[in-house]
């Protein structure tokens, strides 16, 4: 079992990295990027607060860009084409994570059934040896066997670790953008009662 372990832990290290430094470079902050912008439209200038945006990162940055496009529509479509962002955003985020639940699901039991494998052939060289067989070899075949469980449970216990932290962030830029919205159906001068969609 040692090839899938070695296979499972390259999928969950990969995934950890990638994750990590996505949501690095994933962060803004949403109320002075929200202020920032309302001043521009506040001054009618669209174009430059557009540009403003370009450079930023993150889903509010996504989702101001978004209502700024549309701002000339009605509240209604302007609330439809948000909820859409939002979703397609959240998606983005949650992209790879289920490949760590899969690898901290199966790792220990892998781990297991290689000790069970590995016991089962100390058994057999046992019974092969009618009872003269060397007590290190039987005694060293169960340890190596033992092994696998230890290198299962290694490989499962971060990843299982690194999935809750991750779904757990995602979870939080979602509310964070769920309240964002009405902050940002305000900047384009659609004032009044939103139906946010809740995407925690």
Do not use: W
């Not at 002075?32 to 930023?56: C, F, M, P, S, W």
């Not at 060289?125 to 009872?131: E, H, K, N, Q």
């Not at 216990?157 to 830029?173: D, E, G, L, Q, R």
């Amino acid at each position: 079992m040692t090839i899938p372990l070695m296979i499972a832990s390259i999928f969950s290290f990969a995934v950890i990295l990638q994750k990590l430094i996505f949501f690095m470079r994933y962060r803004d902050s949403s109320f002075r990027l929200i202020k920032k912008i309302e001043l521009l439209v506040e001054q009618n200038d669209i174009l430059t607060a557009l540009n403003e945006l370009k450079g930023e990162k993150g889903p509010n940055a996504k989702l101001l860009a978004t209502a700024l496009s549309h701002h000339s529509e009605d509240p209604a479509r302007i609330r439809e084409v948000l909820q859409a962002v939002g979703e397609d955003e959240i998606k983005k985020m949650e992209k790879h994570l289920p490949i760590l639940d899969v690898v901290s699901m199966i790792s220990p039991l892998l781990g297991l059934l290689g000790t069970v494998l590995g016991i089962i052939n100390s058994f057999n060289i046992l019974g092969t040896a009618a009872g003269a067989a060397n007590p290190a070899q039987i005694s060293g075949g169960i340890a190596a066997a033992l092994i696998s469980t230890a290198i299962g449970l290694i490989i499962a216990i971060p990843s299982a670790i690194f999935y809750s932290y991750f779904t757990n962030t995602v979870a939080t830029k979602a509310h964070e953008m769920n309240l964002s919205m009405v902050d940002i159906m305000d900047v384009i001068g659609n004032r009044g009662e939103i139906d946010v969609q809740d995407y925690s």
